[in-house]
């Protein structure tokens, strides 16, 4: 039997996975001679919170996201989304704008059945509101920081029950829900965009997951390789600087992420990179978000 040494192992294995990981957003190709190659080109598409963008009124703040160089928004769940909805959603057509996710707090690891079901009820009607918009999906988090479920337990009833219901209704609304891997401070349970990928897979159809810089910087060890493990269920990132968790390029010395937009390049990411996070005390939040477009794009080319 022929020999294979240990580097040659090593390459040949590392091309096969990342070739099972792209499998499905990918063309096939000789793992062991080729990187697969997505289907389209990946796409840098920047996108902010509702709450941070400059401007008074709706129109403003849409007008604003246009002229800097912003293709998506990100917008606030619950009262926000039932009370401004409907206008957004005239306010926006005609736009070159998409809407990428609505994003706010979310809790399924209580004890109690029935407040893991008033949690479901809650975000049914939000999750029609945003297929009407066409939205990519509802972020979630199944469990914060105190879980009062066994994880075992908490991971079947999210992936059996509470998750799959959301997942069902987000898909036959034309949209889905977004899974978020949180830091350790934050959660026990759900850290790794791997993990993320792994539920939402078991899940199914209207199951998705993102990943988030800030996050990533304490538990990944790679950000390229965290959002290869998404893979094609990766449907949202959110950025920060990697230090302070405020708007990147204001700490040039830790704010680097080639690595991860590498990593975004090789799955053919087209979804948003939306900035979550503060602007330094005294700041101007308009040349800080304009100056973050261009050190943004900057590293984007470099990747």
Known sequence: MKTMNRRSFFNTTALAGLAATLGGG??????????????????????LQWNGIPGGGMNEKLDFLEANGFTAVELPTGKWLFDNGGAFQKAIQGRKLAVATA?????????????????????????????GLKSVGLILCPARKNVAM???????DFVNNTGRRLARHAAKHGTSIVLEPLRRGETPFLKLVADGA?????????????????????????????????????KHVHIASLKDRKIPGCEPKYDRY??????????????????????PKGG?????????????????AEA
Not at 28 to 39: L, Q, Y
Not at 150 to 156: A, K, S
Not at 261 to 270: A, D, E, N, T, V
Request: charged residues 25%.
């Open 26 to 47: 990918a063309r096939a190709g000789a793992a062991t001679k080729t990187v697969p190659v997505p289907d389209r080109p990946a796409e840098l598409n920047l996108c």
């Open 103 to 131: 994003c706010g707090p979310s809790d399924f690891s209580y004890a109690d059945k029935a407040r893991r079901e008033a949690e479901v009820e809650k975000f049914l009607p939000q999750l029609e509101i945003l297929g």
């Open 150 to 156: 066994g994880f075992r337990e908490l991971r079947d």
């Open 198 to 234: 792994s539920i939402a897979r078991d899940i199914g159809e209207g199951a998705a997951v993102m990943g988030d810089f800030w996050h990533m910087a304490q538990e990944e060890t790679s950000q390229m390789g965290a959002f290869l493990s998404g893979g094609n269920l990766l």
């Open 258 to 279: 080639v690595d991860g937009f590498r990593g975004l390049k090789m799955i053919g990411y087209r979804g948003a990179v939306s900035f979550e996070g503060g602007i």
């Open 284 to 300: 101007d939040r308009v040349k800080l978000i304009k100056a973050m477009v261009i050190y943004l794009r900057d590293q984007w």
